[in-house]
Protein backbone atom coordinates (compact mmCIF):
# COMPACT_ATOMS: atom_id res chain seq x y z
CA UNK A 1 0.00 0.00 0.00
CA UNK A 2 1.03 3.41 -0.40
CA UNK A 3 -0.16 4.75 2.85
CA UNK A 4 -1.97 8.00 3.07
CA UNK A 5 -1.51 10.08 -0.02
CA UNK A 6 -1.45 13.96 0.47
CA UNK A 7 -1.68 16.79 -2.09
CA UNK A 8 -0.12 19.11 -2.31
CA UNK A 9 3.07 18.59 -0.06
CA UNK A 10 4.01 22.58 -0.24
CA UNK A 11 1.06 25.35 -0.42
CA UNK A 12 1.72 29.50 -0.83
CA UNK A 13 -1.56 31.59 -1.39
CA UNK A 14 -2.02 35.41 -0.32
CA UNK A 15 -4.29 36.03 2.40
CA UNK A 16 -8.05 35.80 1.18
CA UNK A 17 -7.70 33.15 -1.26
CA UNK A 18 -9.36 29.57 -1.11
CA UNK A 19 -6.74 26.90 -0.55
CA UNK A 20 -8.04 23.11 -0.30
CA UNK A 21 -5.96 19.96 1.35
CA UNK A 22 -6.38 16.54 -0.41
CA UNK A 23 -5.80 13.44 1.35
CA UNK A 24 -6.69 9.56 0.06
CA UNK A 25 -6.35 7.55 3.07
CA UNK A 26 -5.11 3.37 3.05
CA UNK A 27 -7.57 1.30 1.22
CA UNK A 28 -9.78 -0.39 3.77
CA UNK A 29 -9.20 2.14 6.54
CA UNK A 30 -12.73 3.18 7.96
CA UNK A 31 -11.13 6.39 9.69
CA UNK A 32 -9.57 9.63 9.07
CA UNK A 33 -8.36 12.05 10.42
CA UNK A 34 -7.15 15.92 9.58
CA UNK A 35 -4.38 17.06 12.43
CA UNK A 36 -2.89 20.88 12.24
CA UNK A 37 0.72 21.66 13.61
CA UNK A 38 2.56 24.45 15.07
CA UNK A 39 5.23 25.15 17.14
CA UNK A 40 3.58 26.92 19.28
CA UNK A 41 0.27 24.71 20.07
CA UNK A 42 1.70 20.89 18.41
CA UNK A 43 -0.51 18.49 17.07
CA UNK A 44 -4.06 19.82 17.00
CA UNK A 45 -7.17 17.58 16.10
CA UNK A 46 -9.29 19.17 13.52
CA UNK A 47 -12.11 16.63 12.35
CA UNK A 48 -12.11 12.96 12.21
CA UNK A 49 -14.86 11.18 10.03
CA UNK A 50 -15.56 7.73 10.51
CA UNK A 51 -17.26 5.53 7.69
CA UNK A 52 -17.16 8.79 5.39
CA UNK A 53 -19.16 10.49 7.98
CA UNK A 54 -18.34 13.47 10.10
CA UNK A 55 -17.58 12.55 14.16
CA UNK A 56 -16.25 15.51 15.77
CA UNK A 57 -15.31 18.91 13.91
CA UNK A 58 -15.37 20.65 17.60
CA UNK A 59 -11.77 21.03 17.20
CA UNK A 60 -12.50 23.16 13.32
CA UNK A 61 -10.82 26.29 14.48
CA UNK A 62 -13.69 28.94 12.41
CA UNK A 63 -16.92 29.10 10.02
CA UNK A 64 -13.71 29.86 7.18
CA UNK A 65 -12.57 25.79 7.80
CA UNK A 66 -15.11 22.86 6.14
CA UNK A 67 -14.10 19.18 5.41
CA UNK A 68 -15.71 16.55 3.22
CA UNK A 69 -15.41 12.79 2.50
CA UNK A 70 -17.51 11.89 -0.42
CA UNK A 71 -16.15 8.56 -0.87
CA UNK A 72 -14.07 5.99 1.21
CA UNK A 73 -10.81 6.94 -0.70
CA UNK A 74 -11.25 10.99 -0.27
CA UNK A 75 -11.00 14.01 2.09
CA UNK A 76 -10.34 17.37 1.44
CA UNK A 77 -9.85 20.41 3.64
CA UNK A 78 -10.67 23.46 2.72
CA UNK A 79 -9.73 26.83 3.94
CA UNK A 80 -12.25 30.08 2.29
CA UNK A 81 -10.83 32.83 3.14
CA UNK A 82 -7.40 31.93 4.08
CA UNK A 83 -5.67 33.56 6.90
CA UNK A 84 -1.78 34.19 7.76
CA UNK A 85 -2.46 32.65 11.30
CA UNK A 86 -3.17 29.34 9.31
CA UNK A 87 0.08 28.79 8.02
CA UNK A 88 1.02 25.43 9.52
CA UNK A 89 1.55 21.83 8.11
CA UNK A 90 -1.68 20.08 8.17
CA UNK A 91 -1.50 16.23 8.55
CA UNK A 92 -3.96 13.67 7.65
CA UNK A 93 -4.33 10.37 9.04
CA UNK A 94 -6.40 7.04 8.43
CA UNK A 95 -6.78 4.10 10.65
CA UNK A 96 -8.74 0.88 10.67
CA UNK A 97 -11.34 0.97 13.85
CA UNK A 98 -11.58 -2.14 15.54
CA UNK A 99 -12.46 -0.54 19.28
CA UNK A 100 -9.50 1.58 19.51
CA UNK A 101 -7.37 -1.09 18.80
CA UNK A 102 -5.73 0.39 15.95
CA UNK A 103 -2.92 3.00 15.43
CA UNK A 104 -2.76 5.38 13.17
CA UNK A 105 -0.86 6.17 9.70
CA UNK A 106 -0.40 9.53 8.79
CA UNK A 107 0.17 11.54 5.38
CA UNK A 108 3.43 13.29 4.69
CA UNK A 109 1.75 16.40 5.25
CA UNK A 110 1.29 19.63 3.53
CA UNK A 111 2.83 22.92 4.46
CA UNK A 112 0.51 26.30 4.00
CA UNK A 113 2.31 29.23 4.19
CA UNK A 114 -0.52 32.41 4.31
CA UNK A 115 1.27 35.52 2.86
CA UNK B 1 -10.30 15.90 28.57
CA UNK B 2 -7.05 13.67 28.47
CA UNK B 3 -3.61 15.72 28.50
CA UNK B 4 -0.60 14.18 27.38
CA UNK B 5 2.70 15.41 28.72
CA UNK B 6 6.46 14.85 27.78
CA UNK B 7 9.38 16.55 29.14
CA UNK B 8 12.09 17.50 28.83
CA UNK B 9 11.10 19.36 25.20
CA UNK B 10 14.47 18.57 24.26
CA UNK B 11 17.71 16.31 25.30
CA UNK B 12 21.24 15.65 23.77
CA UNK B 13 23.30 12.80 24.55
CA UNK B 14 26.18 11.75 23.44
CA UNK B 15 26.18 8.62 20.94
CA UNK B 16 26.19 5.24 21.98
CA UNK B 17 23.85 6.38 25.22
CA UNK B 18 21.47 4.33 26.52
CA UNK B 19 17.95 6.46 27.10
CA UNK B 20 14.68 7.33 28.06
CA UNK B 21 11.82 8.97 26.70
CA UNK B 22 9.02 9.75 29.15
CA UNK B 23 5.34 10.12 28.81
CA UNK B 24 2.76 11.12 31.26
CA UNK B 25 -0.84 11.04 30.57
CA UNK B 26 -3.97 12.47 33.04
CA UNK B 27 -7.03 9.73 31.89
CA UNK B 28 -5.62 6.40 32.72
CA UNK B 29 -9.17 5.29 30.69
CA UNK B 30 -7.19 4.27 27.35
CA UNK B 31 -7.17 1.88 24.32
CA UNK B 32 -3.68 2.35 23.35
CA UNK B 33 -0.52 4.69 23.34
CA UNK B 34 1.57 5.08 19.90
CA UNK B 35 5.01 6.21 19.87
CA UNK B 36 6.03 8.18 16.88
CA UNK B 37 9.08 9.67 15.37
CA UNK B 38 9.07 12.75 13.27
CA UNK B 39 11.82 14.42 11.50
CA UNK B 40 12.23 17.84 10.49
CA UNK B 41 9.97 18.98 7.79
CA UNK B 42 8.56 15.29 7.81
CA UNK B 43 5.09 13.34 8.47
CA UNK B 44 5.03 11.16 11.50
CA UNK B 45 6.60 7.70 11.53
CA UNK B 46 4.42 5.05 13.46
CA UNK B 47 7.00 3.15 16.19
CA UNK B 48 5.42 0.98 18.69
CA UNK B 49 2.12 0.40 19.49
CA UNK B 50 0.59 -0.43 22.88
CA UNK B 51 -2.24 -1.67 23.87
CA UNK B 52 -3.89 -0.88 27.40
CA UNK B 53 -3.73 -4.77 27.77
CA UNK B 54 -0.22 -4.94 26.74
CA UNK B 55 2.83 -3.90 29.39
CA UNK B 56 5.43 -2.94 26.77
CA UNK B 57 6.50 -3.46 22.84
CA UNK B 58 9.81 -3.64 20.70
CA UNK B 59 10.83 -3.39 17.97
CA UNK B 60 15.12 -3.46 17.37
CA UNK B 61 16.82 -1.25 19.73
CA UNK B 62 13.26 0.51 20.62
CA UNK B 63 11.43 -0.67 23.56
CA UNK B 64 7.79 1.30 24.83
CA UNK B 65 6.88 -0.03 27.88
CA UNK B 66 2.78 1.32 29.74
CA UNK B 67 2.29 1.46 33.02
CA UNK B 68 -1.73 2.63 32.54
CA UNK B 69 -2.51 2.63 36.59
CA UNK B 70 -0.03 5.09 36.70
CA UNK B 71 -0.65 6.98 33.28
CA UNK B 72 3.11 6.37 32.52
CA UNK B 73 4.79 5.31 29.63
CA UNK B 74 8.45 5.41 28.21
CA UNK B 75 10.11 5.13 25.01
CA UNK B 76 13.97 3.12 25.49
CA UNK B 77 16.72 3.72 23.27
CA UNK B 78 19.50 1.50 23.17
CA UNK B 79 22.49 2.24 22.07
CA UNK B 80 21.96 5.83 20.32
CA UNK B 81 22.71 6.62 16.87
CA UNK B 82 22.93 9.94 15.31
CA UNK B 83 20.23 8.63 12.88
CA UNK B 84 18.34 8.72 15.99
CA UNK B 85 18.21 12.40 16.05
CA UNK B 86 14.01 13.49 15.71
CA UNK B 87 11.44 14.15 17.37
CA UNK B 88 9.46 11.96 19.36
CA UNK B 89 6.02 12.03 19.96
CA UNK B 90 3.94 10.13 22.29
CA UNK B 91 -0.13 9.86 21.94
CA UNK B 92 -2.73 8.16 23.41
CA UNK B 93 -6.14 6.80 22.51
CA UNK B 94 -9.29 7.61 25.15
CA UNK B 95 -11.61 5.94 25.84
CA UNK B 96 -14.61 8.37 26.15
CA UNK B 97 -16.61 7.92 22.75
CA UNK B 98 -16.40 4.17 22.29
CA UNK B 99 -14.56 2.85 19.31
CA UNK B 100 -14.16 6.62 17.54
CA UNK B 101 -12.01 7.77 19.98
CA UNK B 102 -9.25 10.09 19.02
CA UNK B 103 -5.93 10.48 19.62
CA UNK B 104 -4.34 13.43 21.88
CA UNK B 105 -0.54 14.29 21.26
CA UNK B 106 2.01 15.18 23.68
CA UNK B 107 4.68 18.21 22.41
CA UNK B 108 7.13 15.96 21.23
CA UNK B 109 10.92 15.51 22.85
CA UNK B 110 13.76 16.56 20.14
CA UNK B 111 16.71 14.50 20.83
CA UNK B 112 19.79 15.25 19.23
CA UNK B 113 22.50 12.22 19.20
CA UNK B 114 26.32 13.78 19.00
CA UNK B 115 28.68 11.78 16.83
Known amino acids: DAGVIQSPRHEVTEMGQEVTLRCKPISGHNSLFWYRQTMMRGLELLIY????????DSGMPEDRFSAKMPNASFSTLKIQPSEPRDSAVYFC?????????????FGSGTRLTVV | KQEVTQIPAALSVPEGENLVLNCSFT??????LQWFRQDPGKGLTSLLLIQSSQREQTSGRLNASLDKSSGRSTLYIAASQPGDSATYLC??????????????FGKGITLSVRP
Open chain 1, 49 to 56: FNNNVPID
Open chain 2, 27 to 32: DSAIYN
Open chain 1, 93 to 105: ASSLEGWGRDGYT
Open chain 2, 91 to 104: AVRSVNTGANSKLT
